[in-house]
């Protein structure tokens, strides 16, 4: 505990830049996979391809992805924006198929009333398909914010300063609590940023709140209606 209190202003410094190495990828990969989910769902021939591709993506170890990309780029490894790129990838990996999975939630019958009233397919996208399939969306970006905050502390070994620093210093160090601080802050900023996706999405698409409140209040009167009986 005497360490956290010593070391405090190092903790927070090594959050603020952990926390910016994290977003920015985050930001990256879901502005990349909405074109990707997109053509995956449009395009039933390249579905399987691009979904499978992208997936794959997510099983190469994160140690190898960042020594490869450097050496076959021609970029330094020793750098953020190594860090940054790999992550963007893993990022990638896994909303692709949260955009396909969440346009493919849309009904059709949605899509064909919409496009009968005078949407163009640019317009209903962003007007209609893209609001409606918002809730499997923000599923799988919230899945990949905690993913990858916690896979950006992999930058330590090549390097790139973040609360990983606080793993390998503690462990050479034999220092516990420091390990310990770097676990918690890596803990707490992933779910402090889960809550802050989870309150936008609130905030952007209130119908889910009254689909929500009102699937609770069905299971609510089915639990009744069999206690009755």
Known sequence: ?????????????????????????????FVLSLPLGWVAWRYRLVRGPVIVLTGLLYTIPSLALLILLPATLGYSAISAPNLIIALTIYAVAILVRAVADGLDSVDDDVRQAATATGFAPFRRFWAVEFPLAGPVILAGLRVTAVSTISLATVGILIGVTNLGYLFTNGLERRIIAEVLAGVIAVVVIALLFDLVLMLVGRALMPWTRANSAAAQGASAHAITTRAAA
């Open 1 to 29: 505990m005497n360490w956290v209190v010593d070391n405090l202003g190092l903790i927070l410094q090594l959050t603020a830049i952990h926390l910016q190495q994290s977003v920015i990828p985050i930001v990256l990969g």
